[in-house]
């Protein structure tokens, strides 16, 4: 069985002097100790680039996972506001989001930029969480599986396996709008996600890869999504923010396991 994965998104937000705090107060309200929670879930936290070396030594002595938000392909030079792999590596951080579609609205991220990291990340033994995802325009004229397919292609003719890919399922109508998918609709990308996958990489790989699901996840629908049998966690921007709602996601995925 794939262990779940809840990974908080924190987007723009957070800062230093808090998040010591916020991890006390998540530690508060799981009310179980974090060693045993991590043993049937895994917990991730996504930070900006500056509370990365303060999430590191917060959360040092347990096995919640620290990544970045975004990377760069090259290892140094002139790329003005870009961090590298190996720049990441030294604060012990060993996994990144990728292609996150706010980073391909915004900072016009393209399907080959994200092979490029994806294969990088990779070679360097990291572990990418590659989002995907249909906005509302493409889903409305019944090109969600297009996009996806394009989308994942992309990556998939650049690497050779799929190693320690997670990938995220993260419509864009569902992010930051409180209208998330239904465990239904949701479950059904997974699954074709998880089909393609199969085509290119076998059954075996297919069956270990980790789909979390994204888009205005939260407490109320934690549980009916995790009950999917294709959604193996989640990718949680707001209410992550929220130490109180993420513990409540955490145990969710905890009693489930
Ligand atoms: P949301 O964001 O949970 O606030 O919708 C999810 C994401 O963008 O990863």
């Given at each position: 069985m794939r262990k779940q994965l809840l990974a908080g998104n924190w987007k723009m937000n957070g800062s230093v002097s808090t998040i010591e705090a916020y991890f006390s107060d998540f530690r508060e309200c799981l009310g179980l100790p974090i060693s045993d929670v991590l043993k049937k879930v895994d917990i991730c936290f996504a930070v900006p680039f500056t509370l990365l070396a303060k999430a590191k030594e917060v959360f040092k002595?347990?096995?919640v996972q620290v990544a970045a938000q975004n990377c760069h392909?090259?290892?140094?030079?002139?790329?003005?506001?870009e961090v590298s792999l190996g720049m990441l590596a030294e604060l012990g951080i060993n996994s990144s989001l990728v292609a996150h579609s706010e980073r391909r609205q915004?900072?016009?991220?393209t399907d080959q930029s994200t092979s490029h990291k994806v294969k990088c990340m990779l070679d360097k033994g990291f572990i990418p969480i590659l989002c995907v995802g249909e906005t509302q325009a493409e889903r409305e004229q019944g090109l969600t599986n297009k996009v996806l397919e394009s989308q994942l292609s992309a990556v998939f003719a650049c690497i050779d396996k799929l190693d320690s890919v997670v990938i995220a399922y993260e419509p864009v109508w569902a992010i930051g709008t409180g209208l998330a998918a239904t465990p239904e609709l949701a479950d059904e990308a997974h699954r074709f996600i998880r089909e393609f996958a199969k085509k290119r990489f076998g059954g075996e790989a297919a069956a270990k890869l980790k789909i979390l699901y994204g888009g205005s996840m939260k407490p109320e629908n934690t549980d009916s999504l995790l009950a999917?049998?294709?959604?193996?966690?989640g990718l949680v921007g707001?209410?992550?923010?929220k130490p109180s709602d993420f513990a409540s996601m955490v145990k969710s995925a905890y009693q489930r396991a």
């Open positions: 002595g347990t096995d392909f090259e290892e140094k030079g002139a790329y003005t506001g915004y900072y016009n991220e999917k049998e294709h959604i193996d966690g707001g209410a992550s923010l």
